[in-house]
């Protein structure tokens, strides 16, 4: 069957290019990517894959309202070494023209292109719990209980109109590695001082509230592509909704076929509270599922060189595939980094590209 649609939005309508819906019930994804117990494939083969969070790639600011520096595509994706993985923002603030308010595509068109041209994988990510690169709003337990499904943003769109739109448009991509449902989710309650980390408090029954988001959101996306694991998006440490054993109820959704951690860890090497990779690791495996890290960060710059950097990854990246972990991605390439300052910042010219270079399999 062939679906259509058209989306209406800030007074403009867009026609959307039709995809074939996948086939119901298939037992292995269609595309490239597929998952086993503890790992993944890439065309029939293992794959590790490795790479970068490239989150700014759809920004061009001529369009849209961006979010960072703006990327040359081609020059980019030319620099990665075969087989790589790039993790990016596919929101519907890129999609939408800051001169017009309607529905434009380019900028987002023109990242699955170059990764085509390039013989690339990408990973988008549907949208974030922080509003960062959109409307500045966090999503608290009631956008998980529902908002998603009501609350118009960016566009005029709800989460659940741009995911349609989204997925239909660039499911038949050739790049497309598979689909993260939002970045980071947490099913915090906002106080009367505000959303930030301090003002946040967990309700009882958060842990539910976000499977019953994961089950719902995932299978509208099954429902329009069933030819791509969906991953997870979790931060992996004490966020309300995944603290502690709360994780074992969340992660054993049927819509998540790849379980996510982000690791961040001091200058001593010590991750956050609640951060426990291991169980992380060992809950993975008791579901059968395969768990990447898709964001490792490690500051350099003002604060340690690139090079220390680099060395450092390698050793992490040895160590946490030994352990188990499926993937990692780092955090994050930018076109123009930083280096007076302490930061996450990876450049063209960072050593840490001959890291993941070396950790692809």
Not at 11 to 26: D, I, Q, Y
Request: aromatic fraction near 8%; proline fraction near 5%.
């Amino acid at each position: 069957m062939v679906l259509a649609l058209v989306v209406c939005g800030l007074g403009a309508c867009t026609h959307l290019n039709s995809v074939p819906e996948s086939a119901p019930g298939n037992t292995h994804f269609a595309a490239r990517v597929e998952t086993t117990s503890t790992g993944l494939s890439l065309n029939g083969n293992p794959w590790w894959p490795s790479g970068f969070n490239a989150y700014q790639l759809g920004t061009d600011w001529a369009v849209n309202t961006g979010c960072g520096a703006e990327v040359d595509l081609d020059d980019y994706f030319a620099k990665l070494p075969p087989r790589a993985l790039t993790r990016f923002n596919l929101y519907a603030s890129f999609a939408v023209n800051k001169h017009t308010g309607g529905l434009d595509f380019g900028p987002l068109d023109a990242v699955f292109a170059a990764a085509k041209r390039h013989g690339q994988m990408v990973l988008p990510v549907l949208t974030g719990s922080s509003g960062d690169c959109e409307n500045g709003v966090f999503k608290d337990r009631s956008w998980y209980a529902g908002g998603w499904l009501t609350t118009r943003a960016i566009g005029g769109m709800t989460y659940a109109d741009w995911m349609s739109i989204a997925v239909r448009r660039w499911a038949a991509e050739t790049s497309v590695a598979g689909w993260e449902l939002v970045g980071e989710p947490e099913t915090s309650t906002c106080s009367a001082s505000g959303c930030d980390l301090s003002g946040r408090t967990c309700g009882s029954g958060a842990a539910q509230v976000l499977r019953d988001f994961l089950d719902s959101a995932g299978r509208r996306l099954r429902d329009i592509d069933r030819g791509h694991p969906v991953f997870a998006g979790f931060t992996g440490g004490d966020q309300c909704g995944t603290a502690g054993t709360d994780m074992d109820l969340v992660a054993q959704s049927p819509q998540i076929d790849v379980l996510d951690y982000h690791d961040y860890r001091n200058d001593e090497g010590v991750p956050p509270a609640g951060s426990d990779l291991s169980a992380r690791i060992a809950l993975a495996h008791r579901l059968g599922k395969p768990i990447v890290v898709n964001e490792l960060g490690i500051r350099a710059g003002a604060c340690r060189s690139t090079a220390a950097r680099a060395t450092e990854l390698r050793i992490r990246f040895s160590d946490i595939r030994r352990a188990g972990v499926a993937g990692a991605l780092l955090w994050a390439f930018v076109p123009d980094p930083r280096n007076d300052q302490c930061t996450y910042d990876i450049g063209y010219d960072d050593p840490a590209w001959r890291v993941v270079a070396g950790a692809i399999v």
